[in-house]
C-alpha cells in the first residue's frame, strides 16, 4: 500500500462504517493543552482522526418538544456504539498497515477521577439500598445494616461534598474535529458542522502514522444566534460576555462561562428547572430550599451537597446520582443503549443546521412544558 494513499482509504472506511464526517490533523496542533495532547493516551502519537455521526433530526425534535424521550436515549447510545465500532475499525486497519493506534472512549473518561476505585459505585449501590430499606415504613434494619448505612454515609456523602466541579477529560473530542476541519466552536462551546450544525457526537483513534493533516474550516457556520444561550436552563452563559479560546492557530470566541456547577445540576439532571419557570429539562428533579442556584461562588458547595442530599432521599433521585456515578467511574462505552439517560443537552440540540430550524427548535423548548417533579 502507497502510504500517500492511506489518508483517503481510512476516510472512505469511516464513511463505509457508517461515519458522516471524517478528517485528520496533527497530533502536535492540538498538543499543547492538558485535555487535548493526544500522547497522554498514545506517547509517541503523529495524527488524529476524527469522526462524527449524525443525530436524526427527528428523534431530536420530538425530544425537544418532549414528544418522545426513550428515542433519544437510545439514539445516544447507538450512536456511541457506532463510533466505538468505526473506531476499531479504523485502528484495526492502521495496525494491519504497520502502526499504532489507539481508539478513544467517547465520553466520561476523566483525568481527575480515580477510576480505578471501582468500589465507590459497588459502595454507594449497597448505601442506596439501605437508605430505601430504612425509608420503607414495613422494614426494618438490623444493628448490622444500621452500622453500616451510618459509616457508609460518613465516607460518601462527605466524598460528594468534596467532588471537583471541573472535571479534565482524558482527551478532547472538541479540540481534534476543530483542528480535523469537521466544524467550528459555536456560542455554546459545542462544536457547529456546516452540515448538522452541533448535532453530532464524535469520536477519535490517535495513530503514529504521521497523516497529511486537513485544513480547519475557513468559516465558523455558528450565525451568533444565541439561541444556544436562550436555552439553557443551568445558565452556564453569559449573554454578552465572551471569552476567546485557542485551538491550533483559530481563535475561537465563546459566550464567558459562570461556574461549571450551573451546567452539572442542570447537565446532570440533578435538577430540570433553575432560570425558567415555563418549561424544564427532561429531568423531573427540584430544589428543595431555593428557587434557583445562588448566583455567587457559594454554588460550587451548593451543588456538591445537593448531589449528597439526593442520596439522603432514596429512591429516584438517588438512582439518578446512582447512575451519574456510573458513568464517571466506569465508562459509559461498556453500557447498554438502553441506559443512556440524558436529559438536557438543549444547547447543543437546539443548534439545527439552519436557522429556520434553531428558531424552530427553540420554540419547542419554550412550549414544551414541564416534567413534573
Ligand atoms: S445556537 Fe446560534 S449562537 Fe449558539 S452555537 Fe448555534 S449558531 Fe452559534
Ligand atoms: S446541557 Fe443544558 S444545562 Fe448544560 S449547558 Fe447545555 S443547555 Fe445548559
Redesign the pocket.
Known amino acids: 500500500m502507497k502510504e500517500n494513499n492511506l489518508e483517503q482509504q481510512i476516510k472512505k472506511l469511516a464513511i463505509d462504517e457508517g461515519a458522516d464526517l471524517v478528517g485528520i490533523c496533527s497530533a502536535d496542533s492540538i498538543k499543547d493543552k492538558e485535555f487535548s495532547d493526544p500522547n497522554f493516551l498514545m506517547p509517541g502519537a503523529q495524527s488524529v482522526i476524527s469522526i462524527a455521526v449524525k443525530l436524526d433530526d427527528d428523534i431530536v425534535n420530538k425530544y425537544l418538544s418532549k414528544e418522545d424521550y426513550l428515542a433519544l436515549c437510545y439514539e445516544e447510545g447507538y450512536i456511541t456504539k457506532e463510533l466505538l465500532k468505526i473506531g476499531d475499525k479504523i485502528k484495526q486497519f492502521l495496525e494491519e498497515n504497520g502502526f499504532k493506534a489507539y481508539r478513544c472512549n467517547i465520553n466520561f473518561n476523566y483525568r481527575n477521577i480515580n477510576t480505578t476505585s471501582k468500589s465507590v459505585v459497588s459502595a454507594l449501590k449497597n448505601l442506596i439500598d439501605l437508605i430505601n430499606k430504612d425509608n420503607d415504613q414495613n422494614l426494618e434494619l438490623t444493628e448490622k445494616e444500621q452500622n453500616t448505612l451510618n459509616m457508609l454515609k460518613k465516607l460518601i456523602l462527605g466524598g460528594f461534598r468534596k467532588s471537583p466541579m471541573k472535571l479534565v477529560p482524558n482527551f478532547s473530542h472538541r479540540c481534534a474535529a476543530v483542528a480535523a476541519g469537521l466544524g467550528r466552536v459555536g456560542w455554546?462551546g459545542n462544536i457547529i458542522t456546516e452540515e448538522y450544525g452541533a448535532r453530532v457526537l464524535f469520536g477519535s483513534i490517535i495513530t503514529d502514522a504521521e497523516l497529511k493533516p486537513d485544513n480547519v474550516l475557513a468559516n465558523n457556520p455558528c450565525i451568533g444566534c444565541k439561541i444556544c444561550e436562550k436555552?439553557?436552563?443551568?445558565g452556564?452563559?453569559q449573554k454578552e460576555e465572551h471569552e476567546v479560546i485557542t485551538i491550533g492557530n483559530l481563535e475561537e470566541k465563546i459566550a464567558k462561562r459562570n461556574s461549571y456547577a450551573y451546567?452539572i445540576a442542570?447537565?446532570s439532571g440533578m435538577v430540570g428547572q433553575n432560570k425558567f419557570k415555563e418549561w424544564s429539562?427532561w429531568s423531573p428533579f427540584r430544589f428543595d430550599e431555593i428557587d434557583h442556584l445562588p448566583l455567587d461562588e457559594s454554588v460550587d458547595q451548593y451543588v456538591s451537597n445537593m448531589y449528597a442530599r439526593a442520596i439522603e432521599k432514596g429512591g429516584k433521585e438517588a438512582e439518578n446520582v446512582l447512575r451519574l456515578i456510573e458513568n464517571t467511574f466506569l465508562g459509559r462505552n461498556d453500557k447498554p443503549a438502553e441506559d443512556f439517560r440524558p436529559t438536557?443537552?438543549?444547547?447543543?440540540l437546539v443548534c439545527g443546521p439552519t436557522l429556520q430550524n434553531k428558531k424552530e427548535s427553540y420554540e419547542s423548548i419554550i412550549n414544551s412544558g414541564c416534567i413534573d417533579s
Open positions: 455554546s436555552s439553557c436552563q443551568g452556564l452563559f451546567c442542570v447537565c429539562t438536557c443537552g438543549f444547547c447543543q
